[in-house]
Every structure is written in C-alpha cells, then in structure tokens.
C-alpha cells in the first residue's frame, strides 16, 4: 500500500522567502507528527496533530513555523521568513493511533541560501 | 528532556552482538526504537509498554527497565543490513508525543 509520501523532495531557497511543505499521511492514520533532522543529528519534534483535537505544537522553535492538517489528512507546515539555520530534513510520519508505530515519509530536505 | 542513547557509535564485525541504551531522568510510559539508514528516513522496530514484555524484531530484541526508566537494544549475531543509526524515543504518558535521542550508529562490517 501507498505509505507517507512529502513534496517536494529537495527546496532551494532565499533567506527571507516564506516555503510551504506537504505532508500525505497513510490513509486512516489519525495521528500526524512533523520533525526536523540536522545534518547527523536526531529527531527533533515540531508538532503533533491527532484527530480533531488541538495540535501540541510545542516543538516549534518559533513563530515563523506553523503548520495545520486540512479534513484530517494532508498537512502543510509553513516556514515564514527563512534563515539559513532552517537548513534541515523535515520529516512527516503518520500512525494509525497516538502512541502506535510512526510511519516516516522520505522527508523533504530545505536549504536554504 | 531527551533522552541520552549510549554508546554513540559502535563497531561490529559480522555475527557479533551489541548492546544499546536509552536513559531518561524522568519516568516513562513507553519506549520506541526506529532504525535509520544512510540517506533514507527512519523504520520502526518495536514498542516497548510500562509493563510489557520484552519484544523482539528479527535477531533484535529489547527491554524496558521502568524503575531505571532505561531500554536497552540488543543486536545478537549481526548482520550487515542492521548498519544504520538507532533512535530511541519516549513517551512519558499514553498519547504524548516521542522525545528521541540522539542515535547511536551502527557500522557492521564483514
């Protein structure tokens, strides 16, 4: 079956331009997580839909991220204003319950110049 | 707080075995463990509940310590496929979201 696909794959962009990454989560999946992996680092948490309850977007690092999940499926997460140290792999990884396995998609890695 | 994996790299030679951990100062509910090749994104392994047995994916397998509030991964008579990086990641009630740890790689040579 279809697994967590992201678009796109690569993003080239300025400092200062705003970017929009996509998330398609596997079909049924009521839980939806985004997070950033640095070059040789970990996972870090961005934010966790589940639901139609309120998204935990603790992980944010700031008010130029946010992101939302339209109909309870495909998510957007927005990075307003880009600085160079957004440079990273976002991931996006679907379960079928909170608490339950992740499913990580190819992730989409930004850079930005 | 995230959770600090040991050891951070390790070197194996084909069949043998590895131990990995995953320390946390706070208590836990539940601990994860995903796998992380070069160049693609994290595969899940196994859950570990508060209470639960230990699990077991292939030759790996992995316990849960609550009162220590650590997992431990064990790699028995590697193979070369289990090279990649091993991400640990808790929760510290049902439904919150996963802290993971740094990673810990893994190189299995022949």
């Known amino acids: 079956g279809a697994g967590v696909s992201q678009s796109p794959s690569n993003k080239v962009t300025e400092k200062g331009k705003d970017v929009e990454l996509r998330c398609d989560p596997i079909?049924?999946?009521?839980?939806l997580y985004w997070y950033r992996q640095s070059l040789g680092q970990g996972l870090e948490f961005l934010i966790y839909?589940?639901?139609?309850?309120?998204?935990?977007k603790s992980g944010l690092p700031s008010d130029r991220f946010s992101a939302e999940r339209t109909g309870g499926s495909v998510s957007t997460l927005t990075i307003q204003r880009t600085q160079q140290e957004d440079s990273a792999v976002y991931l996006c990884?679907?379960?079928?319950?909170?608490?339950?396995?992740?499913?990580f998609g190819p992730g989409t890695r930004l850079t930005v110049t | 707080q995230q959770p600090v994996q040991s050891p951070q790299a390790v070197i194996l030679r084909e069949g043998e075995d590895a131990v990995i951990n995953c320390s946390s100062s706070?208590?836990?509910?539940?601990v994860h463990w995903y796998r992380q090749k070069h160049g693609e994104a994290p595969v899940f392994l196994m859950i570990?509940?508060?209470?639960?047995e230990q699990m077991r994916h292939e030759k790996i397998s992995a316990s849960f310590n609550e009162k220590k509030q650590q997992s431990s991964l064990y790699l028995t008579a590697s193979q070369l496929s289990y090279s990649g990086t091993y991400f640990c990641?808790?929760?510290?009630?049902?439904?919150?979201?996963?802290?993971f740890g740094g990673g810990t790689r893994v190189l299995v040579k022949p």
């Open positions: 990884a679907s379960s079928p319950r909170e608490g339950a396995e992740q499913y």
């Open positions: 079909s049924g999946h009521t839980a």
């Open positions: 839909f589940q639901g139609n309850s309120a998204p935990d």
């Open positions: 706070k208590a836990l509910y539940s």
């Open positions: 570990l509940l508060k209470g639960g």
């Open positions: 990641g808790t929760e510290r009630a049902a439904g919150n979201k996963l802290t």
